[in-house]
């Protein structure tokens, strides 16, 4: 099992790069780059791809709404060229706030939407053929009905340095889950809670796989939480009440939310219903001490060391290959060491 980590650059991009080269050093393999509405992830990827040697840089995530579908595969090649083949595209349908919000262009079709880019960016990669896709949401060339005419099949310029780059995509929802499975290389779940993993999202994973190519190889999963070594593990946990709120009880409506719906799937329907309610209320220190103790243990990995390994090894058991984990210590880089041992 791999180590990644979900890297943050607030505090400037070569500091940020400072850091990914000290955890290279100590084994760290995967390195998570957020978009949101904060600065685009590429530059901060292209940096790291010219100071770093090994460590794997990866969008976390694209959202699919953002660029055109070409466009996020020329990216994600000009990226793996600069980095000698260490790109991993990540990619996600964000949620509409920050669709329709900050970019201002509809929510709809995040399913098909993906599912199609995922074709059109291997075919860029693939250089087979002049490029053309006739699918329900993209049409390439533009049809002359809806443009000048003047469009035309073309290929990427230049031989990407891998004709195929590994496509991660975070998904939740029952038909997104099976639709990852079916076509991604990898999958990026939030809140991951392996000894419900299988109940939770078993069946979904069964109906992609069963129409998965055999070229693809298994599905990676990639998933964990933040990790502390302590013998008192609640307020270190505490730290995780007010992401956790947020997107049980502000992601979406009270009538779409997938994080949501997902701790009612992990059995949390009281608690899920309490914090939304709350959360929507304004109350968002009330809906973040709702948020339940056991649901924070299990999702995350804080306790003494042996603990630690536990949780690691149930990860592991669980079916994830890529431990994502934010640590919390005062010694990051020995933390990062022994989790690799034990992950190994």
Request: net charge negative.
């Amino acid at each position: 099992m791999k180590i990644g980590m979900q890297m943050s650059y607030a505090g400037g991009f070569k500091e940020s790069a400072a850091l990914v080269r000290e955890y290279e050093q100590n084994g760290l393999d995967v390195a998570w780059i957020a978009e949101a509405y904060g600065l685009d992830a590429p530059s901060f990827m292209g940096y790291l791809a010219a100071q770093t040697e090994t460590v794997q840089i990866a969008s976390g995530i694209l959202p699919i709404y953002t660029r055109t579908p070409t466009l996020l595969a020329q990216t994600a090649a000009g990226i793996d060229a600069m980095s000698d083949g260490r790109c991993i595209l990540g990619l996600g349908a964000s949620g509409p706030q920050v669709i329709e919000g900050w970019h201002g262009v509809p929510y709809d079709a995040p399913i098909g939407r993906t599912r199609e880019i995922i074709d059109i960016c291997r075919q860029v990669w693939k250089r087979e053929a002049p490029l053309e896709h006739d699918g329900r949401y993209y049409h390439l060339p533009l049809p002359a009905g809806q443009g000048t005419g003047l469009g035309k099949p073309l290929k990427i310029i230049g031989r990407p340095v891998r004709s195929s780059i590994p496509i991660y995509v975070a998904s939740l929802g029952e038909k997104n889950v099976q639709m990852t499975a079916e076509v991604a290389d990898g999958w990026l779940p939030i809140f991951y809670l392996p000894e419900k993993a299988r109940e939770v999202w078993g069946t979904d994973l069964d109906i992609g796989a069963a129409k998965r190519s055999a070229e693809l190889g298994p599905l990676e999963i990639a998933a964990g939480g933040f990790v502390a070594v302590t013998d008192d593990p609640d307020p270190m946990l505490d730290f995780g009440r007010a992401t956790a709120a947020l997107y049980i009880g502000g992601m979406g409506s009270r009538e779409r939310n997938f994080y949501n719906q997902l701790a009612i799937r992990y059995g949390y329907e009281k608690e899920a219903k309490e914090i939304q309610d709350l959360y929507l209320e304004g109350k968002k220190n009330e809906a973040a001490a709702a948020v339940p103790l056991e649901f924070l243990r299990l999702t995350n990995l804080v306790g003494p060391e042996g603990y630690i390994k536990d949780r690691v090894q149930a990860f592991k058991d669980s079916g994830v290959s890529i431990l994502n984990v934010n640590i919390m210590s005062d010694k990051p880089t020995e933390l990062l060491g022994k989790l690799k041992a034990w992950a190994s």
